[in-house]
């Protein structure tokens, strides 16, 4: 796999916690010594994002499986679903990643709005991503 012999990820999923530490520390600094309420940034910036990023991630498995719309017939169920795809950025167009999985771009309509598309293209563009593959199979 792609991802196993790249060794900037290899050491990014080895080390996986360490960017959450550092954000932990300077959160809690910034919070306790500029503004005098350092726990309350700690809970914000770590603990309630992450419930957050833990349940938009569910609602893309399963309410994009139970509520919505099919652009495809890819008989598992997947579904498109607006607010999730408000919510997650682009990957509540579940059925529209079933349906072309090696796609970088879940938003196939011009009204499906796929912000992290465009980052993953902002990424292109300054040299962080390659072989970008768009809605229509071909790679950017």
């Known amino acids: 796999m792609d991802l196993q012999r790249d060794r900037i990820m290899a050491w990014i999923d080895r080390l996986h916690f360490l960017p959450q530490f550092v954000l932990a520390v ?17 809970f914000w910036g770590i603990c309630v994002r992450t419930v957050w990023v833990y349940h938009v991630t569910w609602f893309v498995n399963s309410a994009s499986h139970t509520w919505g719309y099919q652009s495809f017939d890819t008989g598992d169920g997947s579904k498109n679903t607006w607010w999730v795809a408000l919510l ?17 771009s879940h938003g196939m309509r011009w009204w499906e709005v796929d ?3 465009w980052v993953i293209r902002a990424m292109g563009w300054v040299g962080l991503a390659r072989d970008i593959v768009g809605k229509d199979g071909k790679k950017r």
């Open 26 to 42: 300077a959160l809690f600094c910034i919070g306790q010594f500029v503004f005098g309420a350092g726990l309350s940034w700690l």
């Open 115 to 117: 912000t992290t598309y």
């Open 88 to 104: 997650g950025f682009g990957e509540g167009w579940h059925n529209n990643h079933h349906a072309v999985q090696r796609s970088a």
